[in-house]
């Protein structure tokens, strides 16, 4: 069964990679994106409308509801930011900001589309996504940390709330080589030594993440509600050196 799908964040790497998958199962899409150029490129690969909108905008959420249509079977807030400073060289302003983008901003995502969710003749499925630093501690992960902390606090809180009529469960990974980990994987002696840090001895790819994405989405999990699930290499709960 077709299905129609929202994802923020539709041309960055996990979310232009969920929309390929839910693309070749038959899904219609509606993508949003800051960068329009990049955003209209991946919507016509996809056969997909889109929103060019920046999620620090309060109004992109309201202008996103209306465009993507009056009945939706799933949300996917792929959007984030990647802040790994010390405590002592955090400003106000980053731990506003992360909070914003990461946290708030999925609150207002879901809020607006809350109707459009609602109207769906299925149980609509919504994806957020935490981090490993949401469980594991990390050192200069305080503004994320923090930020993931409360993704997974939204995630239990909207599930409860929502429930029976909308799923609402969270991907929780460790460093994934994405457009947005640029200034990390680029370093390939720092890959190398993160690698090594996980049990599988690789950092994730945009499709680890995406094919979990897709099946928390399909009908498949159906009685899957309020998880936070760790795709991460094994980096948060496996030790295999000592």
Known sequence: ??????????????????????HSKGHSLHLVGRDAGRLAAVA????????????????VFAKVAAEAGDSLDGLVYAVGTINLRSIGRLKESDFINDFRVNAMGAALA???SLPALKNSVNTPSVVL????????????????????????????SLAAELAPKIRV????????????AQG?????????AIAGMHALERIGTPEDIASL?????SDE??????????????????RVKS
């Open 1 to 22: 069964m077709s299905k129609k799908i929202l994802i923020y964040g539709g041309s960055g790497g996990v979310g232009a990679a969920t929309g390929r998958i839910l």
């Open 44 to 59: 016509h690969e996809l056969g997909a409308t889109f929103t060019v909108g920046d999620v620090n905008d309060a109004d």
């Open 110 to 112: 879901v809020q607006a």
């Open 129 to 156: 996504y935490s981090s490993v630093a949401a469980v594991q501690g990390f050192a200069m992960h305080a503004s994320i940390g923090l930020a993931k902390g409360a993704v997974n606090g939204l995630t239990l």
């Open 169 to 180: 469960n969270a991907i929780a990974p460790s460093l994934t080589n994405t457009p947005l």
């Open 184 to 192: 990390i994987v680029s370093n390939v002696k720092m890959v190398e």
């Open 213 to 217: 994405t897709a099946f928390l989405l």
């Open 221 to 238: 999990t159906s009685w899957m509600t309020g998880q936070i699930l760790s795709v991460d290499g094994g980096r948060s709960t496996l």
